[in-house]
């Protein structure tokens, strides 16, 4: 593709000349013969010190914000912009022939992607997905690493997802991707905010820049669906170029649940006169399903057909995913790994739970520590037991992170037991557990791995309670 090509959109600020470029990236150790190198300024690297470098390797380009006095530079304001629009144009521009659907919010995210793609499947159409848990273009998964993958990888899924005739993508869109600009050039249809609670202050250091990324998406939409009940709505609806729509269970709203009904299995509710079944429990299974139907409805679906759909939705992997151990107790593993989350997912299972609700879980390392009481006080004062334990500790002493999380537990009631190691930890709960009480396994979700040190390990928790069980 020509280098021009590879530019358009981008505001490139010196004159250059135009060649065939091979291929784009922003990663040194890529190089091929011809390519563009874009470089990028990161946390603990800068693409720039190695411009030199890489054009002695074959890079034919290099795009660079900083006058390195390179013949083969290509100067542009912002490198992380420039590198998502080339990455765009390198893949034909598929995106723009797609009707993009984009979720943001703390929690939610991810069940209201599975939610949208399985309404739209019962509806006829295929469609691809981009999300935590995996990738997906029609029915073929691909692994992900990233909520929000890099501009390379994103923009050659919707490259497969338009050659395989796929009109329709889902995705969850990260208040990080927003700040790294791994979105730009993009366009979304229809734009969903699910909530907003303390989450990645780690990286974005105060609430209000964790806010300011998350609306980006709104800027960039058609159409936006808001949750009336979160008060973090009303910021991300002001000012914003889309149309807006409110979905609700407490406020008036465009879509407002009425009649709820919590039951061990799903959730029920009225909409607008239509009776929605959804098979995921929990209250906070209401507003993800709300998130859901209104999206698909903004999309020109009747409500109706949306409704009918909606009840063969499928459950999502480490969503309060129920492990089929065949004992008298219940094991649930979920995602939580913020205060919201395991609040609501321990209120969930408090609320179809006969006996006693014990919670295992830790928080990880080398991220928010300002969490790790909060979510300590929560479980004491939510479960009848708390068994504390290490998530992904990365290079923190486990036992550390442990105690700060100690420190909270204190203001609640419940039995605390610390097991440093995992799958100890597991074991213990299981031991303890009776007839009727439900184990609810918290933090690690979908992910297969711990994160220690450096390293990424393989850990499924199915694996250890399935070994403890014995299924």
Excluded: W
Excluded at 22 to 35: A, R, W, Y
Excluded at 136 to 154: A, N, R
Excluded at 245 to 250: A, H, P
């Amino acid at each position: 593709m020509l280098l021009s090509q590879l530019l358009k959109d981008i505001n490139v600020l010196n004159s250059y000349e135009d060649r065939e470029i091979s291929d784009v990236t922003d990663k040194s150790g890529n190089i091929k013969e011809g390519c563009a190198f874009v470089c990028v300024v990161g946390a603990r690297f800068d693409g720039h010190s190695v411009a030199e470098d890489v054009l002695s390797k074959g890079a034919a380009a290099v795009i660079v914000s900083k006058d390195l006095g390179l013949k083969e530079q290509i100067l542009v304001e912002n490198t992380r912009e420039a590198y998502a629009i080339m990455c765009k144009n390198l893949f034909g521009r598929a995106v723009d022939s797609l009707t993009m659907i984009g979720i943001t919010g703390t929690n939610g995210k991810t069940t209201t992607a599975f939610v949208i793609k399985d309404i739209l499947k019962a509806l006829g159409i295929e469609s691809g997905l981009i999300g935590t848990v995996k990738n997906m273009v029609g029915e073929k998964s691909f692994k992900t690493e990233l909520t929000t993958p890099d501009p390379y990888d994103m923009h050659g899924l919707f490259k497969m997802m338009v050659d395989d005739g796929i009109e329709y993508c889902v995705m969850e869109t990260s208040s990080q991707a927003f700040h790294q600009m791994r979105l730009a050039g993009i366009h979304f249809d229809t734009g969903v905010f699910s909530n907003l609670t303390q989450d990645h202050l780690d990286y974005h250091g105060t609430i209000d820049e964790y806010k300011k990324c998350k609306k980006t998406l709104f800027m960039n939409c058609d159409k936006g669906v808001f949750n009336a009940d979160d008060e973090a709505s009303f910021y991300m609806a002001e000012n914003v170029p889309c149309t807006k729509q409110f979905y609700s269970i407490n406020n008036s709203s465009d879509f407002k649940a009425e009649n709820v009904g919590l039951f061990f299995d799903r959730v029920e509710y009225t909409l607008n006169g239509e009776k929605v079944v959804f098979h995921i429990p929990g209250d906070f299974s209401v507003y993800n399903s709300l998130a859901a139907i209104s999206a698909v409805v903004q999309l020109g679906f009747p409500l109706k057909d949306v409704v009918k759909a909606i009840f063969n939705a499928g459950s999502v992997s480490g969503r309060l995913e129920v492990l089929k151990t065949n004992t008298d107790f219940s094991v649930i593993i979920d995602y939580a790994h913020s205060p919201d989350g395991l609040e609501k997912a321990i209120s969930a299972v408090r609320g179809f739970t006969e006996g006693r609700v014990i919670t295992l879980f830790g928080c990880g390392g080398d991220r928010d520590k300002t969490k790790r009481p909060k979510m300590g006080r929560i479980a004491a004062e939510l479960s009848d037991i708390v068994v504390v334990t290490t998530d992904n500790p990365r290079t923190e002493i486990p036992e550390m992170i442990i105690n700060d999380i100690l420190e909270g537990t204190k203001e609640g009631n419940a039995e605390i037991i610390t097991v440093v190691d995992r799958s100890e930890a597991i074991a213990k709960a299981i031991s303890i557990a009776k007839k009727g009480d439900t184990i609810l396994l918290a933090g690690k979700g979908h992910e297969t791995y711990q994160v220690i040190g450096k390293e990424r390990v393989h850990y499924d928790e199915r694996e250890v309670v399935f070994s403890v069980v014995k299924i």
